[in-house]
Nanobody
């Protein structure tokens, strides 16, 4: 198992930037593919981005492509999400997720068994 704890959320103006972190503990972080999802009030949890164990392969939702960057530091066991040019529609609770399956293209949250508790991102217009 792996335990995940997100941080870095907060209030930011539209057009601003924010970096989220997700600290992992338990089993070796490098054994897991990891991802970011988000959930806005009244909406389903949606895929944001994912990254493979080495960091060499990433994928993004179309809505964030070019604005968000996912990265990981296996030595520090941390996952990051750099967000820039934030828009009101980016406001949500952001969750990190992990899976032992190396594939990173499953965007259905049901295929990701390990989750953090989430961190709130609020955008002011």
């Amino acid at each position: 198992q792996v335990q995940l704890v997100e941080s870095g959320g907060g209030l930011v103006q539209a057009g601003g930037s924010l970096t989220l972190s997700c600290a992992a503990s338990g089993r070796m972080f490098a054994n897991f593919a990891v991802a970011w999802f988000r959930q806005a009030p009244g909406k389903e949890r949606e895929f944001v981005s994912s990254i493979n164990w080495s960091g060499a392969d990433t994928t993004y939702a179309n809505s964030v492509k070019g604005r968000f960057t996912i990265s990981r530091h296996n030595g520090k066991e941390i996952l990051y999400l750099q967000m820039k040019d934030l828009k009101p529609e980016d406001a949500a609770v952001y969750y990190c997720a992990a899976r032992e399956d190396p594939g990173i293209r499953d965007i259905d949250p049901n295929w990701w068994p390990y989750w953090g508790q989430g961190t709130q991102v609020t955008i002011s217009s």
